[in-house]
């Protein structure tokens, strides 16, 4: 039983991280598609920037944010998987993406209905980041699983504010704020993630982590 | 200060920089093709570790030069208010812009080899391939001591030689545009972190590229997880440069076509292909997944060359194209 219950939740785990790379392929083909274009369109098209160059931004915006919204669903749904049940996720889920949805429609605007939706994630994350730490008990827990878990919530909590700081904050007196603390969170994460066993209190040989390929 | 003698203060320091750099560049051209010889030669092996020393040496004494030449422009090339008389600013030119970029590139790559451990034997000889292939390409294609900073020096002639016209809009207008080139371009701290941390990227990554190589040659895992440990150092900087890079971006091009330009597309895909490539690999036990982020390695490295070529090809904010 135990070890049904551990297969379906690697099956579970590999299928969030090919959703993943299957988002983060869509996101690289649509920068590498605007890239072509924006090359042809500034090489044919006379006076494109002052004509057109509103109207291809918004198309990109538009097309990105969907992505980018399936994006951080992915992340919470992989993040706290062992501080949260499966179903409370995916129910979670779908409700801020439901009020995402319906702050879209109501305003008209993608960029305030992406920012509600992110909002909503970022306080998820910030539960996340703070049950992973309130789980530790003494020094003890400087383990690299620990720092490892905590890391990435950082690092997805700091993905998620600077999304906010991109959908919404661009032109505001706080986007330098928060965009510092994105940043800090973003590297800070990225680091204790990587580098979780040298910040550990309890070292282990790096080679201990190694991955045995079968080639 | 006279700004009538500021061209010829420059023009001495171009002078020397040439009459030194032009046999340097020479001598890089030649170092280059000696490592790429004795990095593809079984029977020089035991040349290599001194050869990589040689040219990280050759590399060291070149940008000692440029050093010294960017700190005789910070001396000499002043920005004069027009009301006052007084110097409202020095422009400090980076060492990582225009003709230099590649030869940053070439250097982060060769000391990263000196000082790599890990497989170091294994690696030296794509290490050296590569430390060649960007020395000479620095040497002939970016030229940084035959012919030093062209946009910058035409940028600061133009600008003395309105100031000399006495044209009071002309004056002014120079003044101003010398200024904003400082402010958000030359002097912002921005441009003192923000290429830098991408070339340590950039040059971590060709690393991580070559172990890939190995990987794939050797089949031995050893060889991934040190691929793995220079792309995690890496991508920790790149991230951190792309970051920086958007409030730069904001202040600096208020109103120009930045956002989805060419070169911003080019870096987020980068990003996110070694994002993808770092989440790839915790699923290397699967069977056949090492061929995917073999692939991912590969790809990501390929998109890193494209994107430093789509800054000369794809016009832009952020192009020279």
Redesign the interface.
Known sequence: MVELEDIRQRTWDFGLTIATVVLLAGLGLQSFAGTIYVWWAQTTIPGWEQSSYGAYVEAMNAIAAPMLVGLVVVMGLCVPKRLLSRRLLLWASLAMVALGGVAYLASGEIAVGVAIYLGFAALIQIAVVALTLAGTRGPSYLTEGRLVKTGSGLLHLGFIVFGIVVAVLQNSVAMLPVFAAAAVLMAGGTAMSFYANRLSWRRHPESRHEHPIDF | MNIAEIPNQIQSAVSLVRMLGAPLEALLVLASLVVAVIAIVPALTGWRRGALLGITGLLVAGEALLVWFHWSLNRAAVVIDPSTGEVAARVAVPLWIESEKLYVWALLVAVMGVFARRQRDELLPGIMLTVSVLAASAAVLGKPFTEPLPQFLAQYDQYVQATLSGVPQAVVGAYEGMLNGVRFFYNTPYMWVHPPLLFFAYATFAISFVATLEMIRY?H??F??TAYRWA??G??AL??GM??G??WA?AAWRGE?W????KV??S??MW??Y??FL?????????GM?KWVAALGILSFVVLVLTYV?TY????AHSYA
């Open positions: 089949r895992s050893s991934e997880t995690r150092l991508y920790l991230t951190i970051l920086l958007f409030p904001l076509s956002w989805w330009s060419g597309n080019m987020i895909m996110l292909l994002t993808a989440h790839a690999r915790l699923y290397l036990r699967r069977k090492w789509a090809v794809v016009p832009g």
